[in-house]
């Protein structure tokens, strides 16, 4: 039976969680202490379709562990990290990497420098690459009346993508454990080349629009008609250049023709295809991560002026954000949910 440690409880970690355990594994959870209890009385998730949410799926944990001795008191085949790109940083890695040894470790972050960072830690054979390929967020949102039919459904909901499989890519001995864990439970994979490089594409064509749609008070009506659309297209286009020029390849034909006009025509399908309310979900989950927003933003700027490419709307994109706590360079403490 193959033991997995998951580093964080939050949508992320219970969705992947819930998959691995239903293949067989025996799933863990490493969190601090004032979830612990939260945390061990398990898990409801909903699998969300057109039509409303699922009946619960649940699970329990096999263990809740907060400590790094813990973490070491235990055999580890596989080592999860699922927390935000700002949570990553801070000397907690090291600890981790003293306690689970030779474990596998599987990242999900997707930061442009989370790759390089990780491997500040652990050794490249030790480490597989992991691109989210759901959405996953706690249910019922916010803005969710108390009449629909869905508001007494709590825990998380998730949403996987049609016909886009999980993508994993690493050292080839690694690889075959993770992906046969997750297929174990049913859960599309696929082998990828570069999933750092993958990741890295998406979020530069992501993270702009959703810094644009912040200052556009989550309204995908007042992004289409902003007068920083033109701004945040050409944003998106600076950070494709510098994620080109970091992993050394051209721009495929959709980062080529990205343009303010492709984007008016395609938002208003977005929302009317999501099975949930899409505004409610991008500010819930977006402004739970806006310091991971701002850093990223503030990534691609450095690189970019590291690299000498023209990162002029990407700065002008981040000085219209308001600073929120914890959307500076870096952070110290233990993993948290």
């Not at 409303?52 to 990290?81: C, H, M, N, R």
């Not at 990553?88 to 890695?93: A, K, N, T």
């Not at 991008?282 to 023209?310: P, S």
Request: contains cysteine.
């Amino acid at each position: 039976m193959t033991k997995v440690l998951i580093v964080g409880a939050g949508a992320v970690g219970q969705v992947y969680g819930h998959y691995l355990q239903r293949g067989g594994a025996e799933v863990s959870f490493f969190v601090k202490e004032k979830y612990k209890e939260e945390c061990e009385k398990g898990f409801s998730l909903y699998r969300s379709r057109r039509v409303g949410l699922s009946a619960p799926e649940t699970f329990k944990a096999e263990l809740i562990v907060t400590d790094y001795a813990d973490v070491a008191a235990q055999q580890w085949d596989q080592v999860w990290i699922a927390v935000a790109s700002t949570d990553l940083r801070g000397d907690w890695l090291g600890l981790l990497k003293d306690a689970i040894g030779e474990a596998t470790l599987v990242m999900l972050q997707p930061d442009l420098d989370d790759k390089d960072y990780i491997l500040g830690f652990f050794p490249a054979k030790q480490v597989v690459y992991g691109l989210v390929n759901f959405l996953s967020y706690q249910t019922p949102l916010p803005d969710m009346p108390s009449h629909h039919p869905d508001f007494d459904k709590k825990g998380v909901a998730y949403l996987l993508l049609p016909m886009m499989p999980a993508e994993f890519s690493g050292d080839p001995d690694q690889l075959p454990g993770v992906l046969d864990a997750l297929a174990d439970g049913r859960f599309p994979v696929k082998i990828q080349q570069n999933v750092p490089r993958i990741y890295a594409d998406r979020s530069a064509m992501m993270i702009p629009l959703i810094a644009l749609l912040e200052v556009n008070t989550w309204s995908i009506e007042r992004l289409r008609n902003s007068d920083m659309l033109d701004t945040s297209v050409d944003a998106v286009r600076e950070a494709l250049d510098v994620v080109a020029a970091k992993f050394h390849r051209p721009l495929n034909l959709t980062e080529k023709y990205f343009s303010a006009w492709w984007l008016k025509i395609g938002l208003p399908f977005i929302r009317w295809l999501s099975p949930m309310d899409v505004e409610s979900y991008l500010k819930y989950q977006f402004q739970k991560t806006a310091g991971q927003t701002r850093f990223m933003l503030q990534h691609f700027i450095l690189e970019g002026e590291k690299e000498g490419r023209n990162v002029q709307s990407l700065q002008a994109l981040l000085d219209r954000l308001p600073m929120v706590a914890g959307s500076d360079m870096g952070q110290d403490g233990a993993p948290v949910v």
